[in-house]
């Protein structure tokens, strides 16, 4: 066996031994792939049956984004496969799956000693430390839009080394050079002669691939179409079906024999504990099997959810509590920071501020915290027999997940088995794993396999919403408009060192934020660079301690960071009496991708220019090498904000699957409407004062406006297109909020001061 660099996954899966990775050695790990009866498979990726059904493993979480089909599509492209014949089943927790790229980026979250490294991989042969790292973290977490960038060229590289295992199958039959073989809709083929992969599969499995693997001349790609979402869908979603007909499962459709169900209470934030309850008035409860108490939490099971539920009404849980969360505490703390808290310079271009002076325009800028508003809340089925747990979870860092489950019960990593279920929506929520530690408790104390489900109230109350953030922007200007310099402050705490603290430290949140407090936080502020050509730019951040726990949320800082740089433009647009449109286009001519998204978002939603009460509003936005431009028509009336229509073009380079691009576009706008109306909480002693989803102003189907999504053909490596949405519909909506009212808007949620 010879061991490449560029093949990261070679040999021996199909006899289910060892498969080898490489970083500076050879690594080995445990076959992850089991081949049934007539099955083979080959490499990490992919299994080939005897009845031709390609098998593709998957170790990302299903959340809607489509990466089940994604992954499979590039396979069965490379491979040569017949669509209809593709199968998917999510791959094991292993380092065979490496997520590099997201293990790069979050190089300062997990407190590597080397993470400084990661500013300068030129010193280091391709990215040897975030792949050792990784690989033996077995970090396969899905975020940060990484999954084509971590997995499209390994299966590629499996599905061609497969292809030629298969050639080479056929030609020794036909008695011909296997490099003349060609592999299409599941047939190998050789002039005329043709053989299917049903009759190769278990005879391919004996050949080598062939080192290295022998690549198609051209990636996979779909083309935009001028028929737009009429197109025809050449790889469906393979999730849909069984989606559509009910019989997909989620984490809270698992089934186990003599299995109990758990409804749970948690203290109000931040630092409670459980002081007491009523343990003798809930015996009588019906169907009540067990309490189970936890230092900030109680639990009831049950042999119903409902059952478990009511109990816990009967019991009656108090808590004591440190410091509870305040909302006006909140906003008093972010004041503070903004105005006169330090500073930590996060990022210069040119002079920076030195030469800013008095600036000549200034405008203050708040986001309140926002909730995930998954339709599925935390969910998950715990089996502990033996010594050994066995977790149903739903988790974007499964690996995390297995060991804070490990250490709640303190046995080893190895005695946790965790099967990897899809999610109902996450929004990065499943980065979190609480409920996982919390349902092995429990399922350990009532000695048979427990489901907990938490409650809507619950999934509000305990998980950590988007941070609150307060922001200055500044300019320094030319009669004509032009920005000679510009600075952001922006005053929040280190959220993502805290986020990174409870997922690879699994801290507390307090310790989390004892830990982060006043820490520079570069992914907290990121995107508030503009991607305008401004010489002198400066950014902020002003570390805040708000006592309230923030994580993650799709758009991240992106979701305000936009919101601020493309309001602000708007503003000096309009203070120097200018088009938006064109004032922004002379600012880009350094970037000629993002002009032409603003000029085909132009042409689609036909902009007359923003003024004369038009309704009207843009914005475009910058993330990796994804680039968006958005168009708003917006009304204010007697019923609130009406968005009436949304158009966007879309340059995120190679497009994979179209269909599935699109999905994600749309869906980002209308979650982002959902954040610009809406999505957001107060806190009163702890308590969030939104604690179902009709209390949250969630954009219904009737709420949604007419979306218009135009790609644009592009040559660039494939961006995430999931993010992009998110960004910019709050500052298009704001922005044509002002053009039809004259009202300039500069809190989220909008309309949040009743303006």
């Known amino acids: 066996m010879h061991v490449t660099r560029r093949g990261m996954l070679i040999g021996g899966a199909a006899g289910g031994g060892l498969i080898v990775a490489w970083t500076l050695a050879p690594r080995s790990f445990p076959a992850p792939l089991s081949a049934g009866k007539g099955e083979a498979a080959f490499d990490a990726w992919l299994k080939i049956a005897s009845d031709g059904v390609v098998t593709v493993a998957v170790p990302q979480l299903e959340m809607g984004q489509g990466i089940t089909t994604l992954l499979p599509q590039i396979v069965a492209m490379e491979l040569g496969a017949d669509w209809r014949q593709v199968a998917v089943e999510p791959a094991p927790v292993s380092g065979a799956y490496p997520n590099v790229p997201l293990a790069e980026r979050w190089a300062p979250l997990r407190r590597s000693p080397f993470a400084f490294l990661a500013d300068d991989p030129g010193e280091w042969p391709d990215d040897w430390l975030a792949r050792r790292w990784a690989e033996d973290a077995r970090f396969t977490a899905t975020a ?40 299409q809709e599941g047939f ?41 979402a009429e197109a025809p869908i050449f790889f469906p979603r393979l999730d849909l079906p069984s989606k559509v007909d009910g ?64 109990a816990l009404d009967r019991l009656r849980p108090r808590f004591a509590l440190t410091g509870a969360v305040d909302s006006l505490r909140i906003e008093e703390a972010l004041e503070q920071a903004v105005t006169k808290g330090e500073a930590e310079r996060i990022a210069t271009r040119g002079a920076g501020d030195e030469e800013m002076g008095k600036p000549s325009f200034q405008a203050r800028y708040d986001v309140a915290a926002a909730l995930h508003a998954t339709i599925e809340t935390a969910s998950v089925t715990a089996r502990f027999q033996g010594g050994t747990l066995e977790l ?28 990897p279920m899809p999610a109902g929506g996450s929004f990065d929520r499943r980065l979190e794993h609480d409920h996982a530690i919390e349902a092995a408790l429990i399922a350990r104390e009532a000695k048979r396999p427990v489901q907990l489900v938490w409650s809507r109230w619950q999934e509000a109350l305990a998980g950590r919403p988007r941070t609150p953030v307060a922001a200055i922007l500044s300019a320094k200007t030319a009669e004509s408009g032009h920005i000679a310099a510009w600075r952001a402050r922006l005053a929040l705490p280190a959220t993502a060192q805290e986020f990174g603290r409870r997922l690879f430290g699994n801290m507390t949140n307090w310790a989390a934020m004892e830990a982060s407090a006043g820490e520079a936080d ?55 009496r200018r088009e938006p449109l064109s004032y922004r286009m002379e600012m880009l001519g350094h970037d000629l991708r993002l002009a032409q998204c603003l000029q085909r978002a132009a042409h689609l939603a036909q902009w007359g220019g923003g003024g004369n009460q038009s309704g009207q ?19 204010q009336g007697e019923g609130g904000v009406k968005v009436e229509k949304l158009s966007a073009a879309v340059d995120i380079g190679r497009i994979v699957n179209i269909d599935i691009a699109r999905q994600q576009i749309e869906g980002g706008l209308v979650f982002g409407i959902g954040l610009a109306l809406g999505c957001a909480t ?51 909506i704001a922005n044509a909020l002002f053009s039809a009212t004259g009202l300039r808007l500069r809190r989220l949620p909008l309309l949040s001061d009743g303006v």
């Open 144 to 183: 940060d839009g990484t999954s084509l960038a971590a997995y499209e060229l390994p299966c590629r590289n499996a599905a061609a080394g497969a292809r030629a295992m298969l050639a080479m199958a056929a030609a020794e039959r036909w008695g011909v050079p296997w490099e003349e073989c060609d592999a």
């Open 188 to 228: 190998v083929v050789h002039g005329r002669r043709r053989l299917s992969f049903a009759e190769l599969a278990l005879d391919a499995a004996g050949y080598a691939p062939p080192d290295p693997p022998p690549l198609r001349p051209m990636p996979p790609a779909e083309a935009p179409s001028e028929m737009g």
């Open 392 to 419: 149903w979870l739903a988790s974007q860092a499964p690996e995390q997940a297995r060991r804070a489950a490990a250490e709640a019960l303190r046995i080893p990593e190895r005695n946790v088995v965790l099967y």
């Open 247 to 310: 019989s997909y499962l989620f984490a809270g459709d698992v089934r186990l024999p003599d299995m109990a169900y758990a409804a749970i209470r948690h203290g109000p934030l931040d630092e409670a504990r459980l002081a007491g309850f009523d343990k003798q008035h809930a015996a009588a409860s019906p169907g009540l099997l067990n309490v189970v108490r936890g230092k900030r939490w109680i639990a009831a099971v049950a042999t119903s959810w409902w059952a478990a539920e009511r």
């Open 522 to 576: 570069p992914l907290a502020v990121e995107g508030a660079d503009p991607p305008y050509a401004i010489e002198n730019v400066a950014i902020d951040h002003v570390p805040a301690r708000i006592g309230l726990p923030t994580g993650r949320l799709r758009g991240n800082a992106h979701g305000y960071t936009c919101f601020f740089t493309e309001s602000f433009i708007d503003e000096l647009a309009a203070e120097h």
């Open 682 to 732: 107060d806190y009163d002693r702890g308590l969030p004062a939104a604690g179902r989803l009709a209390a949250l102003d969630l954009p219904s189907l009737a709420d949604c406006p007419t979306i218009e999504v135009d790609f644009i053909a592009s040559e660039a490596e494939p961006a995430d297109p999931g993010e992009l949405g998110v960004a910019v519909a709050a500052p298009a």
């Open 617 to 635: 509003g843009l914005a475009c936005h910058r993330i990796g090498e994804g680039r968006i431009a958005a168009i708003a028509t917006a009304s």
